[in-house]
T-cell receptor, first 110, second 117 residues
Framework: QKEVEQDPGPLSVPEGAIVSLNCTYS??????FMWYRQYSRKGPELLMY????GNKEDGRFTAQVDKSSKYISLFIRDSQPSDSATYLC??????????FGKGTHLIIQP | DVKVTQSSRYLVKRTGEKVFLECVQD?????MFWYRQDPGLGLRLIYF???????EKGDIPEGYSVSREKKERFSLILESASTNQTSMYLC????????????????FGAGSRLTVL
């Protein structure tokens, strides 16, 4: 089964808040985990990439993978209005390609 | 930075017309992909190509065909457009990790929004 579940939102938070975005998946063979950010009327762009359990940090962004629970998260610290976008998780393994979540629409209120 | 360019950002076509969507990447990537993106359905893979003149069906190939005559160019063709093909079409490319490997990081174009009347 290739399904990846992601809450579509919208998720609206005030500027400066910590944001938590999440995806769950069902296939234990998945081993590559990505987060893409998509601004309105643009294509998705890669934000974070990891292939192991645990945390990976890049500036204000932290990607977390829990393979035992089949759960991945993206945390955004000190959120800014420019972070307002749709965030897509993408999970892959083997030769089945990437399975994308439907995306969470995030709104950061100034 | 890898750049993926989709030549048409917005198109309006009539039912039954033949539609060409063009995509060019400038970083010598082996793999190229066509997705469509619809509200509530997310990204769905239409076709991909791992080499010149090679093509493989994705999850929703019906009503579409593709052409890859040169490594940098991947075209999506709607032989006879229908209203249910109104969508955002996204082209992507990636380095070669075995074609459809889940390890591939995709670089997307800006998208082509097609409306079929």
């Amino acid at each position: 089964q290739k399904e990846v579940e992601q809450d579509p939102g919208p998720l609206s938070v005030p500027e400066g808040a910590i944001v938590s975005l999440n995806c769950t998946y069902s296939n234990s063979a998945f081993q590559y985990f990505m987060w893409y950010r998509q601004y309105s009327r643009k294509g998705p762009e890669l934000l974070m990439y990891t292939y192991s359990s645990g945390n990976k940090e890049d500036g204000r962004f932290t990607a977390q993978v829990d393979k035992s629970s089949k759960y991945i998260s993206l945390f955004i610290r000190d959120s800014q209005p420019s972070d307002s976008a749709t965030y897509l998780c993408a999970i892959g393994g083997g030769a089945d390609g990437l399975t994308f979540g439907k995306g969470t629409h995030l709104i950061i209120q100034p | 930075d890898v750049k993926v360019t989709q030549s048409s950002r917005y198109l309006v076509k009539r039912t039954g017309e033949k539609v060409f969507l063009e995509c060019v990447q400038d970083m010598d990537h082996e793999n190229m992909f066509w997705y469509r993106q619809d509200p509530g359905l997310g990204l769905r893979l239409i076709y991909f190509s791992y080499d010149v003149k090679m093509k493989e069906k994705g999850d929703i190939p019906e009503g579409y065909s593709v052409s890859r005559e040169k490594k940098e160019r991947f075209s999506l063709i709607l032989e006879s457009a229908s209203t249910n093909q109104t969508s955002m079409y996204l082209c992507a490319s990636s380095l070669n990790f075995g074609g459809l490997s889940g390890a591939n990081v995709l670089t997307f174009g800006a998208g082509s929004r097609l409306t079929v009347l």
